[in-house]
């Protein structure tokens, strides 16, 4: 019965909040994860505070995962609202709290999994921008395309450094925002696999997990072109031409408000 009803009240939340327009704002179901991680927080309190400090390292993860998916992209949320099920379902075994009701890692479970499908279906269908159509990086992704695209051709041409040239300076154009950011070392990895550059490899593994750590809190160095060649804390002169497009794309983001 707990999960029917956990289950049930979070479709009936997501389609409360679809009828009266509330889901238009991305914050939602961030706030939404926040809310239940700190759910365990208020039962170990209730048990007396044994279990307070584990309980808030969980939180902190969950909490940290709502802020840079409302930052950057909601399926970030969907995944922690998974992931946050599949918490309540190893909860007990992983922390002694005996404030939890019995019935509640159930409930919690069926609530999370229910309230990430319905989020998962809105973004799918675009009644929800997965990532803020006025931010940086909706704005600066044509410019970042047109490197890609550059890097293709020059691919074709059998012209393997001029393609990486390309992605470097995607890589200066769309390091400011998370998305853009890891799809340029993204491709830098694919690039490296296919022309045999083991260190390279390595390199763009270890920035593809820097950049999506990191650049929704602005830890980038500015103009840095993104290769294992080059310092990943290094800051670097912006050519001009791409100084321009960036500038273009702050101030249309600055102008959409």
Request: with cysteine; aromatic share 10%.
């Amino acid at each position: 019965m707990e999960y029917v009803v956990g289950a049930g009240m979070a479709l009936g939340v997501g389609l409360f909040t679809t009828i009266v327009g509330l889901d238009r704002d991305r914050a939602l179901y961030p706030a939404i994860l926040i809310v239940i991680a700190f759910y365990y927080d208020l039962f170990a309190v209730m048990a007396g505070g044994a279990a307070l400090i584990p309980e808030t390292g969980a939180i902190v993860v969950f909490v940290g995962a709502a802020v840079i998916g409302f930052r950057t992209n909601l399926w970030i949320v969907v995944v922690a609202l998974v992931g946050h099920g599949v918490f309540d379902w190893y909860h007990g075994a992983l922390i002694e709290n005996a404030g939890v009701p019995a019935w509640w890692s159930m409930w919690c479970l069926s609530y999370d999994a229910a309230a990430g499908a319905y989020l998962a279906w809105r973004l799918l269908t675009g009644k929800i921008d997965a990532t803020n159509p006025s931010s940086f990086g909706k704005r600066i992704h044509a410019y970042v395309e047109a490197e890609l695209d550059a890097t293709k051709a020059a691919e074709r041409d059998g012209d393997p450094n001029k393609a990486f040239r390309h992605l470097e300076r995607a890589h200066v154009l769309g390091q400011r925002s998370t998305v853009q950011h890891v799809r340029v070392h993204v491709r830098m990895l694919t690039w490296a696999l296919r022309h045999n550059h083991p260190r390279e490899v390595t390199g763009q593994i270890l920035r593809v997990i820097g950049a999506a750590a990191g650049t929704w809190a602005g830890l980038v160095p500015e103009g840095n072109t993104g290769g294992a060649n080059i310092s990943g804390f290094e800051a670097m002169p912006i050519p001009e031409d791409l100084a321009s497009q960036i500038t273009m794309a702050r101030t249309s983001r600055a102008n959409s408000h």
